[in-house]
């Protein structure tokens, strides 16, 4: 089956910083969405992104699905930024959503 | 506003149990998915259901597992005889059909099984 390898697997910031995730997939998706899980477990969505580019206040995704990788870009992160952020994506021949091992941020005042 | 709502939000429950989860969608929508993710891990699928039928499940959905849609607009997931392994956040999901099938959660419902 598909393959969606997340990275870094962690990452710690100091408030202000940047940062880019990045979601690799190994087939042919025609979804791609972004979520944030916040401390209380709840999966937030971000973006629904199967190609181009997308911007959301500090937010902004990309997803080149012809070379298979998506980016998550935050600025100027705030420690309410911490959480795990996932990728998911779906393929043609299916409705259900396949989940990455995520990205575990840790943004420090 | 969610988009689904989940009850119970936390259900302790004994090995062996029989448990019920379920999933109130704010509006009428056709396509409803649950997933789980175990501590610590990735997001899992289950199933999908479609105008009250399993349309695709995966290997985890087993015979302990069923979904059904009773009164029309309430949507169960029941784990017949609960194992310590099914200890896990559930998440119902729905389909937005009409913005390009992106799908969006519920708030979850933590099962811990003792």
């Known amino acids: 089956g598909i393959q969606v390898e997340q990275s870094p697997p962690d990452l710690i910031l100091q408030e202000g910083a940047n940062s880019t995730l990045r979601c690799n997939f190994s087939?042919?998706?025609?979804?791609l969405q972004w979520f944030h899980q916040n401390p209380w477990g709840q999966l937030i969505n971000l973006f629904y992104?199967?190609?181009g580019t997308k911007q959301n206040g500090r937010l902004s995704a990309t997803t080149v699905a012809t070379e298979r990788y998506s980016l998550l870009y935050i600025s100027s992160s705030q420690t309410t930024d911490s959480g795990v952020y996932f990728c998911?994506?779906?393929?043609?021949?299916?409705?259900?959503?396949?989940f990455g091992s995520g990205t575990r941020l840790l943004v420090r005042p | 506003e969610p988009e689904v709502t989940q009850t119970p939000s936390h259900q302790v429950t004994q090995m062996g149990q029989e448990v019920i989860l379920r999933c109130v969608p704010i509006?009428?929508?056709?396509?409803f998915y649950w997933y789980r993710q175990i501590l610590g891990q990735k997001v899992e699928f289950l199933v999908s259901?479609?105008?009250?039928?399993?349309?695709?499940k995966s290997e985890i959905f087993d015979d302990q597992f069923s979904v059904e849609r009773p009164d029309g607009s309430n949507f169960t997931l029941k784990i017949r005889s609960t194992k310590l392994e099914d200890s896990a956040m559930y998440f119902c999901a729905r389909l937005d059909s009409a913005g390009g099938n992106e799908q969006f959660f519920g708030p979850g419902t933590r099962l811990t099984v003792l």
């Open positions: 087939d042919s998706v025609n979804n």
């Open positions: 509006s009428n929508h056709l396509y």
């Open positions: 992104i199967p190609s």
């Open positions: 259901f479609y105008n009250n039928e399993i349309s695709e």
């Open positions: 998911a994506v779906r393929m043609d021949s299916s409705y259900k959503l396949i």
